[in-house]
Nanobody, 128 residues
C-alpha cells in the first residue's frame, strides 16, 4: 500500500524547534517531489514547501522562509521538515504529500504544491 506517514510533532514553546519526518512506503520515493502542507484550525490547507527529485527546494509560504527547510534521504525513503524559531501561528496539523508525477530529474517543484496524495498528519502546537 502507498503510504506517507508524518511524525515528530508536539508541543513547543515560541522560538523553539522541531523536526518532522515523513516516512514513505509502497512506491519509488526518489521518483517524486515531496511537499509539506499544513492546516490550521478553521483554515484551508496550505502548501509550505517542496523538495524536488534533485533536492531543489521551493517555498510556497513566505512566512516560513529563513525558518523552515526541507530535506530528503532517498535511501531511507524519508523526507524531513526542520522548523526553527517557531511562532504560535505555525500551529497546525502538518502532513506530507506528493502528486505521483515523475518529472525529469532536473525539474523543480511545480508552481502549486504537489498534494494530490496526502498522508496522515502530525500536530504541531506552538504555545507558552
Amino acid at each position: 500500500d502507498v503510504q506517507l506517514q508524518a511524525s515528530g510533532g508536539g508541543l513547543v514553546q515560541p522560538g523553539g524547534s522541531l523536526r518532522l519526518s515523513c516516512a514513505a512506503s509502497g512506491f519509488r520515493f526518489d521518483d517524486y517531489a515531496i511537499a509539506w502542507f499544513r492546516q490550521a484550525p478553521g483554515e484551508e490547507p496550505e502548501g509550505v514547501l517542496c523538495i524536488a527529485r534533485n533536492g531543489d527546494i521551493t517555498y510556497y509560504t513566505d512566512s516560513v522562509q529563513g525558518r523552515f527547510t526541507i530535506s530528503r534521504d532517498n535511501a531511507k525513503k524519508t523526507a524531513y521538515l526542520q522548523m526553527k524559531s517557531l511562532k504560535p501561528e505555525d500551529t497546525a496539523v502538518y502532513y506530507c504529500a506528493t502528486d505521483f508525477i515523475r518529472r525529469v530529474l532536473t525539474t523543480p517543484c511545480p508552481r502549486a504544491a504537489p498534494g494530490s496524495y496526502r498522508g496522515q498528519g502530525t500536530q504541531v502546537t506552538v504555545s507558552s
